[in-house]
């Protein structure tokens, strides 16, 4: 008869395999970070008294403790086999999602060369119940960067319908935006308030535009309702006209409700004097496109406004796609000044980025008297 190959185990040996056998699998899994799915029963409190005394040392409990017999050598190592196995599938488990987590990390493609880093707003944080201002931004938003529109060539305005389904307004709008502001009704508008504040901002090249993202705090009321100021930016030349007339520039202020509805104010520009706010956002243009860069000091917009603050008002469009109808327009009539110096920083960047005219189609334009 064969018998079964044993190891061959001194006492001391089987005494410490016994109590490895013993240990709970919870501080076996331990380096492992593994936790088992049910805490493992008590052992049973016979095995527990199970250490045989060892030649040498120190002699066992007293006999009173009625310690039962060792187990064989090879039923120990069965055992013993069993509880390395349990334990090693159970840290196998634990390693498995982390495992996952670097695989999915290796197989993630590197950015392509060239393409834009995420922009990141510094400086602005936005108060409890309020979205960040991107979020809210409608003029120039990003989703409108990724089609590749422009203001000439094969991306130019008379293309921009083309280049995606949802840019379709730009040609089939009845309500768009610029137009030659002409023969508005006068009449007794009520004035514009202005809530504008000093406010913290970032500028941003979104690759149209030169962007000022600003701050929480600035606001207008007008109409019955009061509009957020969300961001402004520019336009050279200007996009709207006064009776034919095109200015050097505008600034578009734009401004959202808590329903989302739209006002834009437009600041007409003309070469004159240095601008003070105007500098203050060239001071921070950021060095690449698509990047936004925190403005040092803080801005008031109340600088940009002229002390004549009658204005011109019709409803419209975005001047940029999607072109999306429904926005609020308040053009300011006395256009503000530029020095021949800061027009030429904005020329250098954008020497032209203005939407054509646009057909008024009957639209009624009223003006301040």
Same mark, same amino acid.
């Given at each position: ?17 016994v109590?490895?056998?013993?240990? *709970?699998?919870?501080a ?17 409190p016979? &095995? ?6 060892a030649?040498?040392h ?8 009625? =310690?039962?017999a060792?187990?064989? /050598?090879?039923?120990?190592q ?13 840290? =196998? @488990? ?13 197989? *993630? $493609? ?6 834009? &880093? ?5 400086g602005?944080? &936005? ?7 991107? =979020?809210?931004a ?5 989703a409108?960067?990724?089609?590749? !529109? ?7 305005? &008379?293309? !921009? ?9 730009c ?15 006068k ?42 100021? %969300? ?10 006209r006064?009776?034919?007339? +095109? ?8 401004? #959202? ?6 006002? %834009?104010? =437009?600041?007409?520009m003309?070469?004159? #004097?240095q ?5 203050? %956002? !060239? ?9 936004e ?12 406004? $002229? ?6 008002t ?16 308040l %053009? ?6 530029? *020095?021949?110096? @800061? ?14 005219? +646009?057909?008024? /189609? ?5 003006? *301040?008297?």
């Amino acid at each position: 008869m064969t018998r079964r190959p044993i190891l061959n185990l001194k006492p001391l040996h089987c005494a410490a395999l016994v109590s490895t056998l013993l240990v *709970s699998p919870w501080a076996m899994a331990a380096d492992g970070h593994a936790a088992p799915a049910a805490k493992p029963a008590a052992a049973k409190p016979a &095995a527990a008294a199970v250490e045989p005394a060892a030649a040498g040392h120190a002699a066992a409990a007293p006999a009173a403790a009625a =310690a039962p017999a060792a187990l064989p /050598s090879d039923e120990l190592q069965r055992r013993l086999q069993e509880r390395i196995a349990t334990v090693r599938a159970a840290q =196998a @488990q634990a390693h498995a999602p982390r495992a996952a987590t670097h695989a999915r990390r290796a197989a *993630s $493609p590197a950015p392509e060369h060239g393409a834009a &880093a995420p922009t990141v707003r510094m400086g602005i944080v &936005a108060p409890a119940g309020h979205a960040p201002a991107e =979020a809210a931004a409608p003029a120039h938003a990003p989703a409108a960067h990724a089609a590749h !529109w422009s203001y000439a060539g094969e991306g130019g305005p &008379a293309e !921009w319908a083309k280049l995606r389904p949802d840019f379709s307004t730009c040609a089939s709008g009845t309500r768009q935006s610029p137009i030659d502001i002409r023969g508005g009704l006068k009449v007794e508008l009520e004035p514009i308030k202005f809530n504008y504040r000093p406010t913290g901002f970032n500028v941003l090249d979104n690759g149209h535009t030169v962007q000022a993202n600003l701050g929480y705090g600035n606001n207008i009321e007008v109409a019955g309702r009061r509009y957020d100021l %969300v961001q402004f930016h520019f336009h050279r030349p200007s996009e709207e006209r006064i009776n034919g007339r +095109q200015y050097d520039m505008v600034a578009h202020l734009v401004h #959202k409700d808590p329903e989302g509805r739209l006002a %834009v104010v =437009a600041v007409l520009m003309d070469q004159g #004097k240095q601008h003070p706010m105007v500098q203050l %956002v !060239w001071n921070s243009l950021p060095l690449e496109k698509n990047e936004e860069l925190q403005s040092p000091a803080p801005i008031d917009m109340n600088l940009l406004l $002229p002390e004549d603050r009658r204005y011109y008002t019709y409803m419209g469009s975005l001047t940029t796609p999607p072109c999306s109808e429904g926005v609020l327009w308040l %053009v300011l009539k006395q256009p503000a000044q530029m *020095s021949p110096d @800061q027009l030429a920083v904005f020329a250098r960047l954008y020497p032209m980025n203005a939407r054509p005219i +646009q057909q008024a /189609s009957g639209r009624l334009v009223k003006e *301040s008297n």
